[in-house]
């Protein structure tokens, strides 16, 4: 289900293989709609160990980035009854730009809103506290920070186009880490090598040379530690990632020739 193999989990089925709850974990945590689909047209359950949220929560907080594949799992489970909450951020995870752009219309703050990790992973949805893969940190950041970071590269140039600050300042912490611009996000995003997001941000006056202190806890290595770099431009986050696969080369190649674009 994770892969979305469904000759083989057909196979499998045909062979004795049960239903069992937990199974569609997999699909959500990488946001495969097709595995998905699969168990919920067979009518498999969705729990996992009793849990009738964990598919939600892993939804929201893979570390995949699968746009299209999250809205059809999220619509899948909103069809099953899952509530999910009328707000931007969930507007923004289901890729439903007609109703941020109602939202926006009714509150135009929301474009320059600081939103916390609490309401981009909300408890209500299952997520716990400091839940969420993410490699730039979002905690504190804007819809323009968030839309980079899931990849949502629909919402990006609607955003700037509503007036979105591109060079947003994400909130500073007690220990003065934070206050990175979209840049940031654009280049240390995870796996994903494309150039469009970051010329657009450019093209709309994001500045190259911004600064900021920024530190994530790399839970995801063998030995987990804290990852700090201290007064960088954007660029400069990226080369000090220890992680080159979660690093944009694509966006660091449009940053090195920035003037030049």
């Avoid at 907080?61 to 809205?71: A, F, I, M, V």
């Avoid at 969930?90 to 474009?111: E, F, N, S, W």
């Avoid at 600081?114 to 299952?126: D, S, V, W, Y």
């Amino acid at each position: 289900m994770l892969q979305g193999s469904l000759d083989c989990a057909r196979w499998l089925l045909e062979h004795g293989a049960q239903l069992e709850p937990g199974l569609a974990i997999g699909a959500c945590e990488a946001l495969n709609s097709t595995g998905m689909g699969f168990v919920a047209d067979l009518g498999g359950p969705f729990t996992d160990d009793g849990d009738r949220l964990a598919p939600l929560a892993m939804v929201l907080e893979t570390y995949s980035r699968n746009p299209q594949g999250k809205h059809e799992i999220l619509a899948i489970l909103a069809s099953h009854g899952y509530e999910l909450p009328d707000t931007p951020l969930m507007a923004l995870h289901r890729g439903d730009v007609a109703r941020l752009t109602q939202l926006v219309r009714r509150d135009p703050r929301l474009l320059e809103r600081r939103f916390t990790l609490r309401e981009i992973h909300p408890a209500e949805c299952g997520c716990t506290a400091g839940s969420g893969m993410h490699s730039t940190p979002i905690d504190g950041t804007t819809l323009l920070h968030l839309a980079l970071d899931f990849h949502e590269r629909e919402f990006v140039p609607w955003l700037l186009s509503q007036g979105a600050d591109a060079n947003a300042r994400a909130s500073v912490d007690a220990d003065g880490f934070g206050g990175h611009t979209p840049l940031f996000n654009a280049v240390v995003c995870g796996p994903w090598h494309q150039e469009e997001s970051t010329r657009l941000l450019l093209q709309h006056g994001a500045s190259a040379d911004a600064r900021a202190s920024l530190r994530k806890f790399l839970d995801w290595i063998e030995e987990p530690r804290w990852h700090e770099a201290r007064d960088v431009t954007p660029a400069e986050w990226g080369r000090s990632f220890p992680d080159q696969s979660w690093v944009n080369g694509a966006a660091l190649r449009v940053l090195d020739g920035a003037d030049e674009s």
